[in-house]
Structures are given as structure tokens and as C-alpha cells.
């Protein structure tokens, strides 16, 4: 039981850091707008994928997660 609970508090730690960078996002002028991101605008419809934005994203949080886990 003790397990769980480290694990809960992992994934509630995980989900304030997400909503709070979901939330400062929008202040943030470069992120979705990124040279590589793509963004189809039709009548009805638009897509967005934001490929260089989830690039960079990823190479942070691999690089916090590494330094976390050096020993």
C-alpha cells in the first residue's frame, strides 16, 4: 500500500506540473508557433500538429529526467 501511495503522489506531482505549464503556455509567445510546426487552415476546419514544439519539449524533459537520474 505504501507503493501506491508514492505513486499517487508521483502522478499528482507530474499533473501540477503539467496544468501549470499549460497554463503559462498561452504567455509564452514562441511555443506552437515554431518553424516545423504544422497548421492547416481549410473553411470548416484546421489542424495543427506542433512537430518542433514537441521536439524541443521532449528534449527538455529528457534532459531533466537525466540529470534527476544520474547517480
Do not use: C
Not at 501540477?16 to 518553424?35: D, T
Request: proline share 4%; charged share 15%.
Amino acid at each position: 500500500m505504501e507503493q501506491f501511495g508514492k505513486i499517487l503522489i508521483i502522478m499528482g506531482a507530474i499533473t501540477m506540473v503539467l496544468g501549470a505549464f499549460l497554463h503559462i503556455s498561452g504567455k509564452i509567445p514562441w511555443i506552437g508557433r515554431l518553424p516545423g510546426d504544422i497548421i492547416v487552415h481549410k473553411k470548416n476546419f484546421t489542424f495543427y500538429f506542433p512537430i518542433a514544439t514537441s521536439f524541443i519539449v521532449s528534449f527538455l524533459i529528457t534532459l531533466i529526467l537525466w540529470f534527476i537520474g544520474r547517480k
